[in-house]
């Protein structure tokens, strides 16, 4: 080995502090940017898995009631690969400790053989056999929710009749991945069932014996989707077909993707950040090492070193850290993947797992880490090359302090020796100075920025279940009904307000984009749910026109003003133009709000509602639910407080748990800049601290005279910091943000006071490990040492 | 007639700019013959070390000529000057200047790596009488021992020529005179041209040639006819 090698080991091993630090900070960028690259891949693959073994349609269409022998005319379209017919209907299924019955879907399977579509992933138990209409198979999470197996009995009621049925095998299925209840935003695994049964049993529940009420359809591999749609709906069309859609527009679909799709977001947008700190750190450190070794460097050009040589030394130094750190990073990636997947398949339901590590992210990581890190390396060899050895060999001049002299003179009355060392280098060094100041500014940015998102999660619960919606409880309808309906349910004794709403399901459109979801039909001046404007003050519904939710009128590209086509998928179907009037704030799902009676207007339904929102005396909660049950046109009431504690649940488990990962992240990658600055600050001061030592000083004065020093620094940067901060948010806000759920970046004082007790206490740490190694120091050896 | 190892015509150096310019070199004119022991006399100042920077291609002059043998340094690019060195000069600097970080052994090794005809590391080491700390850290040495090093690793690569500035500076008379001892022995040995600075004009008895030098220029020439041996010299 080289002497020069040599060397690098040493001086590696002499900063190890500070290596550690940075090569903690690289690693961790790395290891999120593996981790969630991983898990991405991971999760993407095993969902196309499952949906290829469990051969999920292309295309879902709903219609009314249509003769089975449409299903031969159905497969020969061109470009359909296969057809399945089947029947669905809404059911509900009671549940022994529970007031509230729970809503569910059943679904049709062949009486003979696996569905071509669709197919159920079977986990415990058997199909139900072939002609028994009492058996079924039961969705597996709601099963588990609610501690039922296969041999107990279970009792719901399909098509206003109740029925008691067996179950003999619990399934999973990649349609239900995601299952909410009709009306609702949010999944929850307790209050959605599925039951699958016997196509003729089913049939015979909802009257569609020798009809189906939905059809599937899988593509051939250059099919058209488009016009493939198109072309189903053109034959639905006379049976009450409600328009065919996409598996992309399928609900639970749309979930997992809007989920993974998230996930990727906050890949490609934080792990960036993180390690462009790290390089900028590593750009201090070695910096401040050629600093200090500008002897050393002459001494090699007058042996003969080339600038390349030297050079090539120093970047050796920044490569073993920087690959160092890419290393850890990429084992801890696999490991936190390893670990994360699994909890991540259990929360998305998947049956099985393909663990995929994405090789690329290895080799993205690694390359950006020693690209980053080179890059700050070069800025540094610029200057290595530019020594000349003979002023390499002077020792640097001290530095001029001759002007703070008059600064100080007033202060200096106030002022004991040692502070004003602290307050000379200060002034004297605003280069060095600015350096750790933004170093320790850009950790109290991450920290201020992960807190926010914390907070940015507690707004979007607050704001969706408090503020926009203040009703207790909904109530859907099993279909538009009069609207005298309402009156029932205020006359309710505990009903203390009762709204009304008519939900239409539409497809709204702009150009070549479009949106499936629910235009919600909303009474003058509502009290209930709302829909408000960005500074939280109701928006009142014009006579004529749609207010969007600001997500969805981005998803359009549109704008108040512009026309928007809603194609109605109820009833008679009509196709309107409405104006969009404005856009409200909402921070989960992606609601379109009209007048309502404007909207049953334009439908030529008048007076009709779908649902209700109501406040309640909570005290008679349970009389009130099984009044709700008794009345047959109630299809399903949700209660907030449940939908709540789901919609926390999904933020905690899905996409949103990542914040914790990174919060965790932030929180290592802080505390290794402000450590990594205090012992730069060691390094640089050792020799001055042992000198003050020997004439006399004692171990506390020394001490002040260093930690004085990273206190100052600390109290700039906080401000500097929290400013960054406050725009780091945003980017960090928008990647946590789904098509589900919005999570604001908000400016709220108790998260910059977190996030400066987290860097406050990183600094206090730092000196007090620093001021041991200060205190462990020889006097003797710190003074022969350079600098 | 052999070429003379340095020539130099009209060399200056001008430090800064303006008022507070200062001349460290005002125009020196002057030849060091090959294989000779010269000593640099002069009071701390008067641009000693400027003039062995620039003949030791560390650094340039502001104007002038400096040839080596029939090289001319005045008008090498630094890639040359970074060849020059490697390939025909050694340093023995006032403060030892070793690499703190390596043994006394990787330091001239340090050395040794990059030349075209090196002795062994331990040979060197053992010239200057260190055979036994070869192993040992700057900060385990003495200022002695450091300097031996310091020598060590400029004499290992057995140079042409051997600059030293001011090497026993910081001695005792002691290890001073045992270091002069080594200088000398590799004069002999090798034939390599010593250039040594000092302030301490009793030194100048173990040279061939004195060169006074004061206030940037060269102030007389003395040739040493009864030379003595580092020993002999009255401290
Ligand atoms: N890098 C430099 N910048 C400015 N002035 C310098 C520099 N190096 C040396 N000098 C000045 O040049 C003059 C000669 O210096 P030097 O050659 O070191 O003298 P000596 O070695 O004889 O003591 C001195 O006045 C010194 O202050
Ligand atoms: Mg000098």
């Known amino acids: ?787 | 007639m052999q070429l003379p190892a340095y020539a130099t015509k009209g060399l200056t150096k001008v430090y800064g700019e303006g008022r507070s310019a200062v001349h460290a070199l005002r125009g020196v004119d002057l030849e060091i013959p090959a294989g000779e022991i010269v000593v640099l006399l002069g009071p701390s100042g008067s641009g000693k070390s400027t003039l062995l920077n620039i003949i030791g291609g560390l650094d340039r002059g502001t104007a002038g000529e400096v040839l080596f043998r029939d090289q001319r340094l005045h008008e090498m690019s630094d890639a040359e000057l970074t060849r020059y060195r490697r390939d025909h000069v050694g340093f023995v600097f006032q403060f030892y200047n070793l690499m703190p970080s390596l043994t006394a052994r990787e330091n001239v090794e340090l050395v040794t790596e990059i030349a075209a005809d090196p002795m062994d590391p331990d040979e060197a080491l053992s010239l200057v009488g260190l055979k036994e700390r070869t192993d040992h850290f700057p900060a385990q040495l003495s200022g002695g021992e450091q300097q031996r090093v310091a020598i060590a690793r400029a004499i290992a690569k057995q140079p042409d020529v051997l600059f030293c500035d001011e090497p026993t500076g910081a001695l005792d008379s002691a290890t001073g005179r045992s270091v002069l001892k080594v200088l000398a022995d590799v004069n002999a040995r090798l034939g390599s041209t010593v250039l040594m600075v000092t302030h301490a004009s009793s030194q100048a008895q173990m040279a061939d040639r004195v060169i006074h030098f004061a206030d940037g220029n060269i102030g007389e020439i003395v040739e040493n006819r009864n030379k003595l041996t580092p020993e002999q010299i009255a401290w």
């Open chain 1, 1 to 787: 080995m080289s002497p020069l090698d040599h060397k690098l080991l040493r001086d590696l091993w002499r900063v190890k502090g500070q290596a550690g630090a940075i090569g903690a900070v690289i690693a961790v960028g790395v290891l999120m940017l593996v981790m969630m690259t991983g898990l991405v891949a991971s999760l993407s693959e095993t969902r196309n898995a499952y949906y290829d073994r469990c051969r999920l349609a292309d295309i879902f269409a709903p219609v009314a009631r249509a003769p089975e022998r449409l299903a031969n005319r159905l497969a020969e379209i061109p470009g359909v690969s296969s057809a399945q017919t089947r029947v669905v209907g809404r059911a509900l299924i009671d549940v022994p400790d529970q007031t509230l019955p729970v809503q569910a879907q059943a679904v049709s399977l062949p009486d003979r053989g696996r569905p071509a579509l669709n197919d159920v992933f079977l986990t415990d138990g058997r199909l139900p056999a072939s002609g028994r209409s009492d058996e079924i198979l039961l969705l597996q999470s709601f099963a588990t929710a609610h501690d039922l197996r296969p041999g107990d009995s279970l009792r719901a009621t399909m098509n206003g009749a109740r029925r008691s049925f067996d179950i003999v095998g619990l399934a999973q299925s990649p349609e239900f991945l995601y299952t909410t209840a009709p009306g609702e935003l949010v999944p929850d695994d307790a209050r959605f069932g599925v039951i699958w049964m016997g196509r003729s049993g089913l049939a015979a529940a909802y009257d569609m014996a020798g009809a189906f009420n939905e059809v599937l359809i899988g593509l051939a591999r250059d099919a058209s989707e488009n016009a493939v749609l198109d072309e189903v709906d053109r034959v639905l069309a006379p049976y009450g077909g409600s328009g065919a859609y996409p598996l992309a527009d399928q609900l639970s679909n749309r979930f997992v993707s809007e989920e993974i799709s998230g996930l990727e977001a906050a890949t490609v947008g934080v792990p960036p950040i993180f390690l462009a700190v790290a390089a900028f750190l590593l750009y201090i450190v070695i910096g401040r090492m050629v600093q200090s070794e500008r002897q050393e460097i002459g001494l090699m050009k007058a042996f003969g070193y080339t600038n390349a040589e030297v050079g090539g030394h120093y970047f050796k130094l920044i490569l073993a850290i920087a690959t160092g750190g890419a290393l850890a990073g990429c084992l801890g990636g696999i490991a936190a993947g390893r670990a994360l997947i699994s909890v991540y398949t259990d929360y998305y339901k998947f049956p099985f797992l393909v663990f995929q590590l994405d090789p690329a992210s290895f080799a993205t990581g690694v390359a950006v880490s020693i690209l980053s890190a080179s890059a700050g390396g070069l800025l540094v060899l610029r200057r290595v090359f530019a020594l000349t050895p003979a002023t390499a060999m002077s020792p640097p001049t001290p530095p001029n302090f001759t002007r703070t002299g008059r600064i100080g003179l007033s202060l200096n009355r106030f002022l004991d020796q040692p502070s004003r060392m602290v307050l000379r280098r200060l002034t004297r060094q605003p280069v060095r100075m600015a350096g750790s100041v933004i170093g320790i500014a850009s950790g109290m940015a991450l920290s201020v920025a992960m807190i926010t998102i914390y907070a940015g999660f507690d707004r979007t619960i607050d704001l969706t279940f408090s503020v926009v919606d203040r009703s207790d409880v909904s109530v859907s309808f099993t279909h538009p009904i009069s609207d005298k309906t309402l009156f029932e349910l205020v006359r309710l004794s505990g009903v203390q307000r009762a709204e009304p709403v008519r939900n239409v399901g539409v497809v709204l459109r702009h150009g070549l984009k479009s949106h499936r979801g629910v235009l919600i039909g909303l009474p003058a001046a509502p009290e209930l749910n709302r829909a408000l404007d960005a500074d939280l003050v109701p928006i009142p519904l014009p006579a004529h026109g749609v207010v969007l939710s600001d997500v969805l009128a981005d998803m359009l590209g549109v704008s108040p003003g512009d026309t928007l086509e809603v194609d109605v998928r109820e009833g008679r179907q009509p196709l309107l133009e409405l104006p969009v009037a404005g856009t409200a704030r909402t921070l989960l799902g992606s609601p379109a709000y009209m007048d309502m009676e404007a909207l049953n207007r334009a439908l030529r339904e008048p007076r009709r509602i779908s649902g209700a929102y109501l406040n309640i005396d909570a005290a008679q909660s349970d009389r009130i639910y099984a009044a709700l049950q008794n009345m047959p046109t109630v299809a399903g009431v949700s209660v907030k407080s449940q939908a709540r504690d789901a919609f926390v649940a999904l933020m905690n488990q899905g996409a949103g748990a990542i914040r914790y990962v990174m919060g965790a992240i932030a929180f290592v990658i802080t505390f290794g800049i402000v450590y990594n600055a205090a012992r730069i600050a060691l390094a640089e001061r050792s020799r001055d601290l042992a000198s003050l030592r020997v004439i006399g000083f004692s171990r506390a004065e020394a001490a002040f005279v260093l930690l004085g020093e990273l206190a100052v620094v600390t109290v700039i940067a906080l401000p500097v910091g929290a400013l960054l901060g406050y725009y780091l948010s945003f980017g960090i806000a928008a990647g946590f943000s789904t098509d589900l759920y919005q999570i604001p970046a908000i400016f709220d004082p108790v998260s910059y006071g977190q996030a400066t007790l987290v860097v406050v206490c990183a600094a206090l740490i730092s000196g007090w490990l620093v001021k041991r190694d200060l205190d462990r120091a020889d006097l003797v050896e710190a003074l022969k040492a350079r600098e």
